[in-house]
């Protein structure tokens, strides 16, 4: 059974920093993309960032120059460091992650539980 961990939410102050972490544990035969998305009360869930397998990376808007995604292939993990938090970061913040399990023969997507960033002012 495959699973992603998220890590690293919790309160900043505007301006600070935060970094999350998910970690893919389970039967893994490959990943390709990981990302990160934020839902925020009585909003959509939108994507904040994604890499690819290869190392390819695309950001949100509101956010491209402030976080940065990385991932650690060798450890199933991928990262998001947050600096000059704002205010409207503050959300429930998801990890996503194409895995291919062993034995299931195709690509699945699959979600971590959500860690809560809120930013105060």
């Known amino acids: 059974q495959v699973r992603l961990v998220e890590s690293g939410g919790g309160l900043a102050q505007a301006g600070g920093s935060l970094r999350l972490s998910c970690a893919a544990s389970g039967s893994i035969f490959s990943i390709g993309f990981m990302g990160w998305y934020r839902q925020a009360p009585g909003k959509q869930r939108d994507m904040v960032a994604g890499?690819?397998?290869?190392?390819?990376?695309n950001y949100a808007d509101s956010v491209k120059g402030r976080f940065t995604i990385s991932r650690d292939n060798a450890k199933n993990t991928v990262y998001l460091q947050m600096n000059s938090l704002k205010p409207e970061d503050t959300a429930v913040y998801y990890c996503n992650a194409v895995i291919t399990p062993y034995g299931l023969g195709r690509a699945a997507n699959y979600w971590g539980q959500g860690t809560q960033v809120t930013v105060s002012s």
């Open positions: 890499v690819t397998g290869g190392g390819s990376t």
